[in-house]
């Protein structure tokens, strides 16, 4: 089996890669630029070329290929590059695509860096290809920038207190590999959501478990768009907003019966936020002793 796989050296990308790996499939990973494509593990083919900008080069990478998972980085030609690559997986004679989208898609369509979403999920179930859509939640990883505030005792993350069904990227990742490799996933949604509801609150009790210190929320929408407005285009600092103030306003929550499908897809329990903060905690040198 051969899957290319676009979007294969991000935060679930790359974790992707190495699982199809793993069961011994080929991979073909399509990249920007060269620097991308020198990082990837040395087993994996890689193409480097944009969709919009190189569609010769772009299209011949979809040639030869069993399937084709696609996740596209938030950029303001989303709709479009995902457009190109149904387009490209079609002529190709491409049978599967698998496509990550994010859970609440329709709740929350209004919101910039998420309505194209919406358009390429119709764009690829109107192309006579077998889909499978998977729709995460919000990503434990989202953490990673966390450090410097909790090292001032302080959660700043605003999720809220409704909560969140956050989910390890390593178990979108596992998920999207065993729909990629196995029968009986054509034509299926799935919400990919983490074992419990996640609130500021409930996160920030769960840092001060594993600091051995307190550890206060102080989540604020508009204060985490100041202190993040230098390190994201202007465009998706404001869409993140918007999407965090959906969040604060309504949740981002989940089912048991979503909760019970994501364990089917993995066949094992979900990761819980405690195993990921306390492995976080210690690879940052941070742990309680």
Known sequence: MKVLVIGGTGKVGSILVRKLHEKNVKVRV???????????????????????????????????????????????????????????????????????????LEEMSYIPHIAAKLAVERAITSSGMQWTFIRPNYFFQNDLTAKPALEKGLYTAPVGSIGVASVDTGDIAEAEANVLTETGHENQIYNLVGPAVLTGESCAATWSDVLGRQVRYVGNVDGWRAATREFMPPWLNYSVGLMYKNINDRGMLSEAEDVKSAETLLNRPLRTYRDFVGQLAKTWGIAAK
């Not at 772009?58 to 290929?65: D, I, L, N, Q, R």
Request: aromatic share 6%; proline share 7%.
């Open 30 to 104: 399509l990249c920007r630029n060269a620097e991308r494509a020198s990082a990837l593990p040395k087993d994996v083919e890689p193409v480097v070329a944009d969709l919009v900008q190189n569609p010769d080069t772009s299209a011949e990478a979809f040639k030869g290929v069993d399937a084709v998972f696609m996740l596209n980085p938030l950029t303001p030609s989303e709709g479009v590059e995902a457009g190109l690559a149904v387009q490209y997986a079609r002529d190709a004679g491409v049978r599967r695509f698998v496509y990550q989208s994010v859970h609440g």
